[in-house]
């Protein structure tokens, strides 16, 4: 049985397409799920700390008294990890910081005289506050830290909260490594919680933990639940960030074994995962397929079982007739990442097709972990197609923009026959008369 579900796109039926693009949102937006993350919503909201210290009895078997939520001081100069690690977060923390330093110089004030007399433009700031979610469970994630920290830190947001699950070992320990991160990027309100109460608990407030006006970070579907559900209340997130998913588009100038290695590398996060080859040659996904088993063999039971859920059941390959059969099948399919593994002479053509991706990432030497750890483009990115109308967290993501305007008297003389004419149209005679009085004046 080869590794990889395939299908070909030409003879696929509609309804299988879309099944094949529809990945992750039912398990997100199910009803049994949505009442259960519900009760854990309005608990929190009812009770505050004592319902967050309760779903972390309940879900994560750890008992800790309020007081306990938040990383104290010590905790955080106390954490530490080992040399190379250290090194590594050093070095992810600064091609981040570079990149986002980068939107920031782009996102400056700005403003124009779009008619005589009349000047337009924005005032770009920051949010106020966010609550940063980093998730814990299958495995600890401070790369996520990072990439969710540096960009809040970039943008200057003046409040931070950071929350994320402790360590699955029932110490109730929070990973060394997200302290650290923590540490060197400057932010001191660390909570340990469960995911689902931690997005509630951020969302409203409690005696212990800071309430914010966006919440960001990628989880499980019970997080990304919380996250949409809070949207009720208020509350500013991004859609959606679920479990990891990829594309792959590969043509026969790929080397086989490097494919399989960066399909793995996605495939190994979860069985919620979704992977998927898209090529127009069946030899290179035979050529792959072989691969693939071999590496499988090297990889631990519990990764290599996601990983054949992630490249069997969820995903798979997908054969098309040429590139732009394959870039049409990735824009519809909307990937959190995509890597483009295709000829030289034919990367720019295929790159001004693709429109819809978290992240695109050129040749197989720009693999997906150099993107999900130190590349510096942002890796927390829409799943579940929703790269079809968002991006991936930035320094943009923190800010917010206010349209100012300054007219003079000549140009709202000008501009007054529209405001009249138009407020009469829509029945608003206060709206007219606040134009009309002035040039009575005059």
Known sequence: ???????????????DRAALCSRGLEAIFDE??????????DDVRAHGDEAVCRAMRDWDKV??????????????????VDADVDAAIDDAISHLR???????????????????????????????SAGLFVPSGKASYPSVAYQLGVPAVVAGVPQVALVVPPM???????????????????????????????????????????QVRKIVGPGSPPVACAQVEMQRYGVATMMILGPTESVVIADDSADARLAAADLLNEAEHGTDSTVLLITPSASLADRIDIELELQLADLPAQRAEAARAALGANGGCVLVRDLAEAAEVANRWAPEHLQVAVAPDVETE?????????EILVGQHTLFSG??????????????????????ITADTFLKRTAVARADAAALARMTPTIVSMSRHEGFPAHARAASIRQERS
Do not use: Y
Request: glycine share 10%.
């Open 1 to 15: 049985m080869p590794v990889m579900r395939r299908n070909t796109w030409e003879t696929m039926a509609e309804a």
């Open 32 to 41: 049994s799920l949505k009442q259960s993350i519900g009760r854990i919503i």
């Open 63 to 80: 008992s800790l008294e309020p007081h306990q939520l938040k990383a104290t001081v010590e905790e955080l100069e106390a954490a530490a």
């Open 98 to 128: 570079a990149f986002n330093e980068q939107l920031m110089l782009r996102a400056a004030d700005w403003s124009f005289e779009s008619k005589p007399g009349l000047t337009v433009g924005e005032k770009i700031t920051p949010i106020t």
């Open 168 to 210: 699955p070992d029932g110490s109730g320990r929070i990973d060394p490594a997200v302290l650290v991160v923590c540490r060197k990027l400057g932010i001191t309100d660390v909570f340990r919680v469960n995911g689902p109460a931690g997005v509630a608990a951020l969302g409203f407030g409690t005696a212990t933990i800071p």
């Open 350 to 358: 295929l790159l001004d097709l693709l429109v819809n991706a978290g």
């Open 371 to 392: 993107g999900n750890f130190v590349i510096g483009c942002p890796a927390s990115l829409p799943t579940g197609g929703f790269a079809h109308v968002s991006s991936g």
